[in-house]
């Protein structure tokens, strides 16, 4: 994560160059090391450089980095020619290279290539198994032809492997949600729970699709983890206040019946109705009769 001091660095660097006080290749090395994406600007400082044969022979090893940089940014800005140049001239000098041979099959994936893509793919994979980037780019392949399906089935065999990787959890989880397959985001959203006990984001992405699938068991179960989200963020969780009103609305249609441990906590209602008012009167207090209609409308007392 980017913290402010090398975000305000990173802007002063790129005013900098962008108005001609160099400073270009300091700034290229800035946003690999804060592995930021800044595709354009890296294309076009990195093509100053190495354009000119005196600033290029004055990186030493580094031309190298900076070919393979400007590469992966040429394919990101769609400039397909630009990447196959800087990848030829990589070739050309490391000949046996699996990292250029990575580079190659992006470049095939970029171009829509998508069966050569995947031939060059398995290719490397046989040498090294472990390769996260490319089971991460067998996956983006498949979502960019829109085969939600076939990217499942990769980030389950990736996660087989890296069952740490919390992107990759969550990444499965919101494909699954896509496509309304609630119980299997249910079971991803479970391991970022126990793998980050107290990331907020996880409890409430579990409590949105309990609440979607209904019943009452999921519904008290939902309301628990709104009420987490609520106490994991000081209070100021508005998402999550909304998820409370909404299960005490839902909970006592079902509950009825129930005994009484099942009906909603009315001091539990009471504490966040009078939260989103004061949120709402604070940030949006134009927008104060249309909470208090939501609250009639769930029939919910504020």
Request: glycine fraction near 4%; charged fraction near 30%; proline fraction near 3%.
């Amino acid at each position: 994560m980017v913290t402010k001091t090398e975000e305000t660095q990173l802007k002063r660097l790129e005013d900098q160059v962008d108005n001609g006080g160099g400073g270009a290749w300091e700034y290229l090395c800035l946003v690999k090391k804060l592995k930021v994406r800044r595709s354009e600007k890296v294309l076009k400082h990195g093509l100053s450089i190495l354009n000119d044969p005196k600033k290029r022979s004055s990186l030493g090893p580094d031309e190298w980095t900076l070919y393979e940089q400007v590469a992966v940014a040429a394919m990101d800005c769609q400039c397909l020619d630009v990447a196959k140049d800087s990848i030829k001239v990589l070739r050309k000098e490391f000949p046996e290279s699996k990292r250029v041979g990575k580079l190659e099959a992006i470049l095939l994936e970029a171009k829509g290539s998508w069966i050569e893509a995947e031939k060059a793919y398995s290719t490397l994979l046989e040498d090294n198994p472990l390769d996260q980037v490319i089971h991460k780019r067998r996956v983006a392949m498949a979502k960019a032809q829109g085969n939600l399906p076939g990217a499942i089935e990769w980030l389950n065999k990736y996660l087989e492997i890296f069952m740490a990787d919390h992107d990759a959890w969550r990444e499965l989880a919101e494909i699954y949600v896509s496509l309304q397959m609630y119980k299997q985001a249910l079971f991803c959203y479970e391991e970022l729970i126990l793998a980050e006990p107290t990331i907020p984001l996880h409890h409430l992405a579990y409590a949105d699709v309990l609440y979607t699938l209904g019943g009452l068991e999921n519904l008290l179960t939902a309301k628990k983890y709104y009420a987490s989200a609520i106490d994991l963020t000081g209070g100021k969780n508005t998402r999550a206040l909304f998820g409370i009103c909404l299960c005490t609305s839902a909970i006592a249609q079902l509950s009825n019946n129930r005994n009484k441990e099942d009906k909603e906590c009315p001091e539990l209602q009471s504490l966040v109705t009078k939260a989103l008012e004061k949120h709402y009167k604070q940030k949006a207090p134009e927008k104060l009769p249309q909470l208090a209609s939501t609250f009639r409308s769930l029939r919910i007392s504020s």
